[in-house]
């Protein structure tokens, strides 16, 4: 099992965000049959297998090994990673549709603020250490070069992503925000 899955592919990345999916995802963190997945989430082992199916097809999950039940051969499963990280350049095209709207990639940095707020907040001062970073620049990008300057950014992330993507230590939460700048404000 790999650490990180970084997804590139739409299919993927629509297969693997449906909750029902996700739930069944975590299960298989461990090795496991569907109908041990489908009692622990109190589903029938028919919709967990379809789920699973899914999950499979995407790359996301693989058949591990299988056992006979009863004359029946069934497979157990395990995710492929620990942890799944989105490309950026599939942010606002889940669904099918290029949704690249200002209005939802404004939505989804505000959510973002919100959560970094919501996190920040819940850190308990009083620790003698709080390991933590704040980074804000401005980079200018001319027109012809914004998806090189997409690309990089993205590369270095994934390249972090990976390095860092273990199970063991301490957790580290990163939240990237790159959005256009606005009218300078005095």
């Known amino acids: 099992m790999r650490d990180v899955l970084y997804l590139e592919q739409i299919e993927q990345a629509e297969t693997l965000l449906k909750p029902q999916r996700v739930d069944v995802l975590r299960q298989l963190a461990e090795p496991r049959t569907c109908t041990e997945v489908a009692a622990r989430l109190a589903q029938t082992p028919q919709r967990v297998y379809y789920h699973v199916k899914q999950l499979a097809a995407a790359g996301l ?3 591990v090994s299988s056992r006979k039940v009863r004359g029946i051969s069934e497979g157990i499963w395990q995710a492929v ?3 799944y990280w989105l490309s950026p350049r599939l942010v606002g095209r889940i669904g099918g549709v290029r949704r690249v709207s200002d209005e939802l990639s404004l939505g989804h940095l505000l959510d973002l603020m919100e ?5 920040v907040a819940a850190l308990d001062r009083g620790a003698p250490e709080l390991p933590s970073i704040g980074v804000s620049g401005e980079i200018r990008v001319p027109a012809e070069r914004r998806q ?3 690309h990089d950014l993205q590369s270095t992330l994934q390249d972090l992503f990976t390095r860092y993507g273990g ?3 301490d957790a580290f ?3 990237v925000a790159c959005y256009p700048k606005g009218e300078d404000r005095d």
Request: hydrophobic share 45%; net charge negative.
């Open 148 to 150: 090189e300057f997409l």
């Open 115 to 119: 959560e970094v707020q919501a996190d």
């Open 173 to 175: 939460k990163l939240a």
């Open 81 to 83: 990673a620990r942890s």
């Open 167 to 169: 199970v063991e230590g």
């Open 61 to 63: 999950v693989e058949q």
